[in-house]
C-alpha cells in the first residue's frame, strides 16, 4: 500500500522523463512508437545540456529556471524542425499497434511489481557501497542548485572538484524529487521504476520493430523485456549502478533512432545528425562506456551497407565508394573511442571470475552472471539467429542485430573468463572489466532476437495450416492470417513472461565473483544491515539534533555512510571511501583520547568537527573498516550524549570547546 500513496511521484518522474523529449521526438518526425521509445533518450539529453550550461554559467539549477532552460531548448528544436522542413516519419512497419500496446503495458507492469518487491518500500535504501554517493549527489545538486556533470563529484567530495562524472541520472532524480516533493530516496527508487518499466520495453520494442519492420515482433520483445533478470534487475542488485542502469536502458532506442532515420528518405540531414547528436549527449551524459555498445550495432550496419553495395550493380560505382569510405571512418572512430575509454582504466579491476565452460553455459542458459538461467528464451535467441542469419529476403537486413549478439558475448566471455590483461584491457576495460556491466548488455539484443524467434515460429505454424488451404481462399484469409499470428506470438509471449514473473524469486542470486547466494535483498533492513533500523531511526533526528551548520564525524563504513544523503546535515565523509587525509586518520584511531591528546583537538578543529556518529565497529567486509576512536564514548570524558537509539548514539565533542 505504501506505494499507491506514491502515485504523484511516480507521475511526476514519468513527466520529467518523457514529457521534454517527446518534443524532442516529434521534432525529428517520430510518432507513436517510436516518439514515446526515443522521447527518454531526448529528455535525458536535454536535461544534461541545461545542467551542463547552467553550471559554465553559473545559473542555479532550480525547478523552475531548469524548466524554463528545457522550453528553450524544446524551442530551439521545433524551430530547427520548420527551418529544416523535417517531415513526420512515413510508417514502414505491418500489422496491427494494439499489440505493441498490450505488451507495453504487461511489461510496465510485470516489472513495476518486479522492482517494487525488491525495493520493499518506497523510502528503502540500497545498502551498497556506491548507495551513499550516488544518493548524497542528488541532495547536493538540489542543496548547491548545481547538476552539472563537472561539478558533481566535488559537490559530495571536496577533493574530487573539478572531474567530470556522468551526472545525467542525479540531474533527472534531482527534477523528480524537486517537481514530487518527494523525499531522496523515494524520488530515486521511482526514477528506478521508471526506467525500468517504462524506458526499457518501449525501446527494445522499437529496435525490433525497426529491425523486422513488424510490429507484432516489437510487441512480443516488449512483452519479453521483464524475463531475463541480467537486465533491468542486475544493476540494481549489483553495485548500485544507477547511471549505468538507465544508460544501457537507453542503448535501444538510441540504435533504433539512428538506423531508422538513416534509411529513410523523408528525412534530412538535419534529422539525422540532431537524433545522433541527443544519443552521445544521453549516453556520454549517462555512462560514456554505454557509447561503445551503442556505437557497435551502427558500425555494423555501415560495414554491411557497403559490403552489400559492393555486390551491387557496378553501375554505382560513385555509392560504392562512399558507402566504404563512410564503412571505414565508423569503423576508425570507434577503434578509436574504444582505445581511449580503454586507456582511461588503467587496471583490470575485476578480473575473471568463472572459466570459459562456466561462461558458455551462462551464454546458452541466459543466466548470465550468476542470475537465474532461462533456457526457454535462449532456445528462442538462437531461432531467431538462424531466421536472421540463414533466411533470405528482408530478413537478411537484420544481420546486425545478430552481429551485434555475437559481438555482445565475446566480450561478456572475455570479462568472465579470459585471464589475460593483454587482451581483457583493450576489449572489455571500458566497462572496468566486470562481468555485471556486460552481462546486462546482452538481453538488448538476446530479447530482439528471440522476439524474431517466436514470431518466426508462430508465422511457420501459420504457413503450414495455410499450405492445406486452396489457394483461392489463402488469398482472401490474409488479412485474418495475419491477426492470428499477432494474437498467438503476442499471448505466448505474455503467457511465458508472466509465468517466468512467477516462477523467478525476486530475491536470489548467485555472486560469480564469490560464489555466495543473495539471501536477502540489499534494500531490506535487518539487524545486521550495514544501516539498520536503529541508525535509520536516529538518523531521521540528526537534523533537529544538531546545531545548524555543524559538522559531524564518522566512520562511512557503518550506516552512518548514508547521513548526508538521508538527512542534508554535514556528516563528513558524504560517501563509504574512507578520506586520506592524516587528520581524518588521526580521529578515527583516537578521537576518543580528545580530552587528554592535544593533537586530537587539532584535528578536530581542522576538520571543524562538533560532533561524532558512534554506529559501532561494524565489520570488515568489502570496503568496511574499523574505526575504535568513533566508538565505546559512554563515560568518556569529553563527549555529551545527545541522542541514542538502541546501540547508535550521537555525541557532541565537549573536549575541544
Not at 502515485?7 to 524532442?24: H, K, R
Not at 523515494?186 to 526499457?200: P, Q, R
Not at 538507465?246 to 532515420?261: E, F, M, R, S, Y
Request: hydrophobic share 60%; aromatic share 8%; glycine share 8%.
Amino acid at each position: 500500500m505504501a506505494w499507491l500513496t506514491q502515485w504523484w511521484t511516480l507521475l511526476a518522474t514519468l513527466a520529467v522523463v518523457f514529457v521534454p523529449g517527446l518534443v524532442a521526438a516529434w521534432s525529428l518526425g517520430f510518432r507513436r512508437l517510436a516518439a514515446w521509445a526515443f522521447a527518454p533518450v531526448g529528455s535525458i539529453a536535454m536535461i544534461s545540456l541545461v545542467a551542463t550550461v547552467f553550471g559554465f554559467a553559473r545559473i542555479p539549477w532550480t525547478l523552475l529556471s531548469a524548466a524554463l532552460g528545457l522550453v528553450v531548448v524544446a524551442g530551439l528544436l521545433v524551430g530547427c524542425r520548420f527551418l529544416f522542413r523535417i517531415r513526420a516519419q512515413r510508417a514502414d512497419a505491418r500489422g496491427a499497434r494494439w499489440p505493441v500496446v498490450v505488451a507495453l503495458v504487461v511489461a510496465a507492469v510485470l516489472l513495476t511489481l518486479r522492482f517494487s518487491l525488491y525495493i520493499g518500500e518506497p523510502d528503502a535504501v540500497s545498502q551498497s557501497n556506491d548507495a551513499p554517493f550516488h544518493l548524497g549527489a542528488v541532495r547536493a545538486i538540489i542543496e548547491h542548485a548545481n547538476a552539472s556533470s563537472f561539478g558533481l563529484a566535488g559537490l559530495v567530495d571536496p577533493a574530487a572538484a573539478g572531474g567530470f562524472y556522468p551526472g545525467a541520472w542525479h540531474a533527472t532524480a534531482s527534477l523528480a524529487a524537486l517537481l514530487s516533493g518527494a523525499a531522496v530516496p523515494v524520488a530515486t527508487n521511482m526514477l528506478s521504476i521508471v526506467v525500468a518499466a517504462a524506458v526499457w520495453p518501449a525501446g527494445v520494442a522499437w529496435l525490433t520493430v525497426v529491425a523486422t519492420r513488424r510490429r507484432v515482433a516489437g510487441a512480443v520483445a516488449a512483452a519479453l523485456s521483464p524475463v531475463l533478470l541480467a537486465f533491468p534487475l542486475l544493476l540494481i542488485q549489483y553495485g548500485i549502478l544507477y547511471s549505468y542502469m538507465l544508460a544501457v536502458a537507453l542503448v535501444p532506442a538510441a540504435v533504433a533512432a539512428v538506423i531508422a532515420l538513416s534509411r529513410s528518405r523523408d528525412h534530412r540531414r538535419a534529422a539525422r545528425g540532431l537524433a545522433l547528436l541527443m544519443a552521445l549527449g544521453a549516453l556520454g551524459a549517462s555512462q560514456p562506456a554505454a557509447l561503445l555498445a551503442w556505437a557497435l550495432p551502427l558500425v555494423i550496419v555501415g560495414v554491411g551497407a557497403a559490403v552489400l553495395r559492393w555486390r551491387g550493380p557496378a553501375t554505382a560505382r560513385r555509392r560504392r565508394i562512399a558507402a566504404t569510405a563512410l564503412a571505414a571512418g565508423a569503423v576508425l572512430v570507434l577503434g578509436a573511442l574504444w582505445a581511449v575509454t580503454s586507456r582511461l582504466v588503467t587496471a583490470d579491476y575485476w578480473g575473471p571470475v568463472q572459466s570459459l565452460r562456466a561462461a558458455a553455459l551462462d551464454v546458452a542458459s541466459s543466466g548470465y552472471a550468476g542470475t537465474q538461467p532461462a533456457w526457454w528464451m535462449s532456445a528462442l535467441a538462437v531461432i531467431g539467429l538462424v531466421v536472421v542469419l540463414m533466411g533470405r529476403g528482408p530478413w537478411t537486413r537484420m544481420r546486425w542485430l545478430a552481429w551485434w549478439f555475437v559481438a555482445l558475448v565475446g566480450l561478456y566471455v572475455v570479462a568472465a573468463a579470459v585471464h589475460s590483461s593483454w587482451i581483457r584491457l583493450p576489449l572489455v576495460g571500458p566497462w572496468y572489466s566486470d562481468t555485471y556491466r556486460l552481462a546486462a548488455l546482452l538481453p538488448a539484443a538476446a530479447v530482439p532476437l528471440a522476439a524474431i524467434g517466436l514470431v518466426g515460429l508462430v508465422d511457420a505454424a501459420t504457413r503450414a495450416l495455410q499450405r492445406r488451404r486452396s489457394d483461392a481462399s489463402a488469398s482472401a484469409s490474409g488479412a485474418a492470417d495475419a491477426a492470428i499470428v499477432s494474437g498467438i506470438a503476442l499471448t505466448v509471449a505474455v503467457v511465458a513472461a508472466t509465468a517466468a514473473f512467477v516462477v523467478q524469486p525476486v530475491v536470489q542470486r548467485v555472486h560469480v565473483a564469490n560464489g555466495v547466494h543473495e539471501e536477502r535483498s540489499p534494500f531490506a533492513a535487518a539487524a545486521d544491515s550495514w544501516l539498520d533500523s536503529d541508525e535509520r531511526a536516529l538518523l531521521s533526528r540528526l537534523s533537529d539534533d544538531v546545531a545548524p551548520g555543524a559538522r559531524v564525524i564518522a566512520n562511512p563504513g557503518t550506516g552512518a555512510a548514508f547521513a548526508y544523503a538521508l538527512t542534508g546535515v554535514d556528516v563528513y565523509p558524504a560517501k563509504w571511501q574512507v578520506p586520506t587525509g592524516a587528520d581524518y586518520l588521526l580521529l578515527a584511531e583516537r578521537l576518543h583520547d580528545a580530552a587528554q591528546d592535544p593533537e586530537v583537538c587539532a584535528a578536530v578543529d581542522a576538520l571543524g568537527v562538533g560532533y561524532v556518529l558512534d554506529f559501532g565497529l561494524k565489520d570488515t567486509g568489502t570496503g568496511r573498516v574499523e574505526m575504535p576512536g568513533f566508538t565505546d564514548l559512554d563515560g568518556v570524558p569529553g563527549f555529551e550524549l545527545v541522542d541514542s537509539e538502541g546501540e547508535a548514539k550521537l555525541w557532541r565533542i565537549t573536549a575541544c570547546a
